[in-house]
């Protein structure tokens, strides 16, 4: 989670003073902050303001909606030199997703094949530099095998059914309860956040109970990127539906 920005002043209405502030627009990880004071902690609107230095209107808002705020992101950073090359990279890249890990392009590798294919001008640093940003490096992540009531992990597996006749590979959303191996496993025909939503819903209502906490093995549905130790950014979609 993000703390707010720095100090600002407050008039005798509570508005903050700061004109980031005065806007109203938070981020899904500030709304997700202010719903668990206010929903689980038990805080008043009042006090939470004072405390996270928004407007009380900032505070309803976020109390309403769950939702990530609804503005044009910005744009991504440019990128002049290697511009042009974007596309051939990331689809390079995600060719690599279905290979084996001795058999995917290195960011030298794929250096080499933009000077010999496409001419490219730029200097290799260039390119290892987006590759890494794309292609964050992987870290080993421990679970723990002994668990307290109220855990559950979740994952997608895969399945071939008989679908209207037809063999059919269909995604599995798997969530089980850790301490007494409650399993939930819902069929979909591919793997996507609506898929991943539905899911949770669905197990929620059957087990009658939402965990206290779900683990998830860097899910890419719910993990925009890995940083480094165990911090995650995560998809902002999935930080509104934990939050709602």
């Given at each position: 989670m993000h703390p707010p920005g720095g100090h600002s002043g407050y008039a005798e209405d509570g508005a903050c003073q700061s004109s980031d502030r005065r806007s109203g627009v938070l981020t899904v990880?500030?709304?997700?902050?202010?719903?668990?004071?206010?929903?689980?902690?038990?805080?008043?609107?009042?006090?939470?303001?004072?405390?996270?230095r928004h407007d009380r209107r900032t505070m309803r808002k976020a109390l309403r909606d769950a939702g990530p705020p609804r503005h044009l992101l910005k744009a991504p950073r440019p990128r002049p030199i290697l511009g042009l090359f974007l596309a051939a990279i990331d689809h390079w890249l995600k060719e690599d997703q279905q290979r084996p890990p001795k058999q995917r392009h290195t960011a030298r590798r794929i250096y080499e094949r933009l000077v010999s294919e496409?001419?490219?001008?730029?200097?290799?640093?260039?390119?290892?530099?987006?590759?890494?940003?794309?292609?964050?490096?992987?870290?080993?992540?421990?679970?723990?095998?002994?668990?307290?009531?109220?855990?559950?992990?979740?994952?997608?597996?895969?399945?071939?059914?008989?679908?209207?006749?037809?063999?059919?590979?269909?995604?599995?959303?798997?969530?089980?309860?850790?301490?007494?191996?409650?399993?939930f496993v819902m069929a979909f025909l591919r793997q996507s956040q609506e898929s991943l939503f539905a899911g949770h819903v669905a197990a929620f209502e059957e087990m009658g109970a939402v965990p206290r906490t779900i683990t998830y093995d860097n899910l890419s549905l719910a993990v925009k990127r890995v940083l480094t130790g165990s911090r995650r950014e995560e998809q902002r979609e999935f930080v509104a539906f934990r939050s709602h």
């Open positions: 990880d500030q709304r997700e902050e202010i719903r668990r004071a206010y929903f689980v902690e038990g805080k008043s609107i009042r006090r939470i303001a004072r405390e996270r496409f001419g490219f001008q730029g200097g290799e640093s260039t390119v290892r530099q987006y590759v890494r940003e794309r292609r964050p490096r992987k870290r080993e992540v421990t679970i723990p095998l002994e668990h307290d009531p109220g855990e559950a992990q979740a994952d997608w597996g895969e399945a071939r059914v008989y679908l209207d006749g037809r063999p059919t590979r269909v995604q599995l959303f798997c969530l089980g309860m850790c301490c007494f191996h409650w399993p």
